[in-house]
């Protein structure tokens, strides 16, 4: 790879970033991330029993702090709701709400679905093939960047 074809490939990432623009607006007092959540712990439930807020937190990378704080405000706008772990008391699941479930559907997989239509003309294997090649080269980078 060329200095130049780097330098593409980096122009491309911010345009890639700035994508994430044209995510819909969150409802009042919720922020982009709090959308993202949503979607973690609804994907979550489709594989998991019970929904932690640990998972939630290691599935995204964030501290528990930081996961903790983000749905305490879900809850606390009726997106979700807490309940203990029928394994152990200690520990807390978390549930999405109808109010969160209906926001899943409208914000998440609502803009997917426009975006499948809007995407049409791009192949699967070129879409799969941009996916695959985005984590390769920012793993590889990470660990050069990150654990020297």
């Not at 911010?14 to 007092?29: I, N, V």
């Not at 290691?58 to 809850?75: C, F, Q």
């Amino acid at each position: 790879m060329t200095p130049e074809l780097s330098d593409d490939y980096i122009l491309a990432c911010m345009s890639a970033k700035r994508t994430t623009q044209f995510l819909p607006d969150p409802p009042e007092g919720l922020r982009k991330r709090h959308i993202y959540i949503i979607k973690i712990c609804y994907d979550l439930s489709l594989e998991l029993d019970e929904v932690r807020v640990s998972d939630v937190a290691e599935k995204i990378n964030m501290t528990l702090p930081s996961i903790t704080r983000n749905i305490t405000t879900l809850e606390e706008n009726g997106y979700l709701r807490k309940e203990e772990n029928s394994e152990d008391r200690r520990v807390v699941n978390i549930i999405l709400t109808d109010k969160g479930l209906a926001l899943y559907k409208e914000d998440v997989y609502g803009f997917h679905k426009k975006n499948s239509e809007l995407l049409k003309d791009i192949s699967e294997e070129d879409m799969r093939n941009t996916i695959k090649t985005i984590h390769k080269i920012y793993h590889l980078m990470e660990k050069e960047y990150m654990e020297s």
